[in-house]
């Protein structure tokens, strides 16, 4: 991570409120659909769900058998 910078990202959703936030803090949740093609697999979601916890999430492309990581940490939570 790098001091001083923010990523913000704000979407609107047609799901249940819950749905959405489970999407983006249960790692059972994004397992099944963080990853960047179809075909591609995330092998690794960790998520310590609480205010200065990290989120990491590894994708792993098929077709070259490489992995692709990244990661962040949580400011604030409200479901």
Excluded: C
Excluded at 27 to 43: I, K, L, P, S, Y
């Amino acid at each position: 991570m790098i001091a001083g910078h923010t990523l913000r990202m704000e979407r609107t959703y047609q799901a249940p409120a819950q749905a959405v936030f489970d999407a983006w803090t249960s790692e059972e949740v994004m397992r099944r659909w963080f990853h960047a093609g179809h075909d591609w697999e995330t092998t690794e979601a960790e998520v310590d769900l609480r205010v200065g916890g990290t989120v990491r999430v590894v994708m792993r492309n098929p077709h070259e058998d490489v992995k692709y990581g990244g990661g962040g940490q949580y400011t604030e939570i409200d479901p």
